[in-house]
């Protein structure tokens, strides 16, 4: 069977085809949102516009490389995190063009959230299935995001921590935008720090294991009025990032020891991050930039298991 992953997130639109019998990912496509010189991100209005031009032409797409007759079940995320209230109007267009497609097939429709779709994305990526069911601390690190999570499988058991005010991915963006990079700036964030030799360890601000990030955006601004360069300057910024997820992390191993760490979100595509906690933590896992950055990945996945769910608890009770 395959099915078809969907999400359309403030950052990017992005579809995913994956064999659910052999749970492999077959294809995937993704568009970034534009969004104009020096601003920050979109307005709502703005990004479910973006998306109901990119959805038709991603399908298009992906029905150059997949026979789009074979897909036998659509997978969206709804809404951003799987709690009360949360809501945002770009994956309202996702939904839409979801129900279109079932409705004129006739094939079933799962819906689920953005960041289950991150948590699932970066489970599969691992390569151990058996991550899907035990549990583990996931963080998911992106603009809307800086959350430490303790997990069983997909399903969030609780929040362990988060920050108070600034979330990484906003501050890597930020401190990119007033390099001249265009928003989202984190790939220029990351190249620029990777030419930095200069060993840095900038303050942070962690309780528990939440933190708090608005300083970072000051701390890099007088590094540049005080002369650092840019690189310099992107490396403080990531190594800040990298060192708070490391507080938070040993903070959560210490109420929950042994359990595998996984880390999500596109902030978790910087190499500087990857190599300061693999150094550190050889325990903790990250994965590959297109499973780690918003995706349709996840998605696909999460709709492939919950499918083999339900056809398992038709299956059995067809035989009591």
């Known amino acids: 069977m395959l099915i078809l992953g969907l999400d359309t997130s403030n950052y990017a639109?992005?579809?995913?085809?994956?064999?659910?019998?052999?749970?492999?990912?077959?294809?995937?496509?993704?568009?970034?949102?534009?969004?104009?010189?020096?601003?920050?991100?979109?307005?709502?209005?703005?990004?479910?516009?973006?998306?109901?031009?990119?959805?038709?032409?991603?399908?298009?797409?992906?029905?150059?490389?997949?026979?789009?007759?074979?897909?036998?079940?659509?997978?969206?995320?709804?809404?951003?995190?799987?709690?009360?209230?949360?809501?945002m109007p770009c994956f309202t267009t996702g939904v839409t063009f979801a129900k279109g497609m079932t409705a004129l097939r006739g094939i079933p429709l799962i819906t689920t959230t953005h960041q289950q779709g991150h948590i699932a994305s970066a489970l599969f990526a691992c390569g151990d299935p058996s991550l899907f069911e035990k549990e583990s601390l996931v963080f998911h690190v992106s603009g809307g995001t800086t959350d430490l999570l303790h997990c069983r499988g997909t399903q969030i058991l609780a929040q362990l921590g988060t920050s108070t005010d600034l979330y990484a991915g906003q501050a890597v963006d930020r401190v990119g935008v007033g390099l001249g990079y265009a928003f989202p700036a984190g790939v220029e964030v990351s190249r620029l720090a990777e030419a930095c030799d200069e060993e840095i360890r900038p303050k942070v601000s962690v309780k528990g294991c939440s933190c708090s990030l608005s300083g970072l955006e000051n701390q890099c601004n007088a590094l540049l009025k005080a002369g650092k360069g840019p690189e310099?300057?992107?490396?403080?910024?990531?190594?800040?990032?990298?060192?708070?997820?490391?507080?938070?992390?040993?903070?959560?191993?210490?109420?929950?020891?042994?359990?595998?760490?996984?880390?999500?979100?596109?902030?978790?595509?910087?190499?500087?991050?990857?190599?300061?906690?693999?150094?550190?933590?050889?325990?903790?896992?990250?994965?590959?930039?297109?499973?780690?950055?918003d995706n349709a990945i996840g998605v696909s996945v999460i709709t492939a298991k919950e499918l083999a769910a339900l056809n398992r608890g038709t299956a059995e009770g067809s035989c009591v």
Do not use: W
Request: some cysteine.
């Open 13 to 87: 639109t992005s579809m995913a085809v994956l064999d659910s019998e052999e749970m492999r990912l077959v294809c995937d496509v993704k568009r970034f949102l534009p969004v104009r010189e020096g601003q920050l991100g979109l307005r709502q209005s703005d990004a479910v516009f973006h998306h109901t031009q990119a959805l038709p032409e991603l399908l298009s797409a992906i029905g150059e490389q997949v026979d789009l007759r074979r897909v036998e079940a659509v997978g969206v995320s709804a809404r951003p995190r799987p709690v009360q209230g949360s809501y």
């Open 232 to 293: 310099y300057v992107a490396k403080y910024c990531l190594m800040a990032v990298a060192r708070t997820l490391e507080k938070m992390m040993l903070a959560a191993r210490k109420e929950h020891p042994g359990l595998p760490v996984v880390f999500a979100g596109g902030v978790m595509s910087s190499s500087v991050v990857k190599n300061y906690m693999y150094a550190r933590h050889p325990f903790v896992r990250f994965v590959d930039g297109k499973f780690a950055s």
